[in-house]
């Protein structure tokens, strides 16, 4: 039984945009994990108001 050169070209084009659909994945992980590592922490000079604490002299 040989196969159609129709249903190959389907084959071909629906291989080609599972690996590009991966590929973008992979791409938006990566510079997802990077934005991550660059993000800077708030200066621990100060803390932060809800870090506060309260104290009563009473």
């Given at each position: 039984?040989?196969?159609?050169?129709?249903?190959?070209s389907i084959f071909v084009v629906l291989v080609l945009l599972v690996l590009a659909i991966a590929?973008?994945?992979?791409?938006?992980?990566?510079?997802?994990?990077?934005?991550?590592?660059?993000?800077?922490?708030?200066?621990?000079?100060?803390?932060?108001?809800?870090?506060?604490?309260?104290?009563?002299?009473?």
């Amino acid at each position: 039984m040989a196969v159609s050169s129709t249903v190959t070209s389907i084959f071909v084009v629906l291989v080609l945009l599972v690996l590009a659909i991966a590929a973008f994945a992979y791409y938006v992980n990566t510079k997802l994990a990077e934005r991550d590592a660059l993000k800077k922490k708030r200066p621990t000079s100060k803390p932060r108001k809800k870090d506060r604490e309260y104290w009563s002299l009473d």
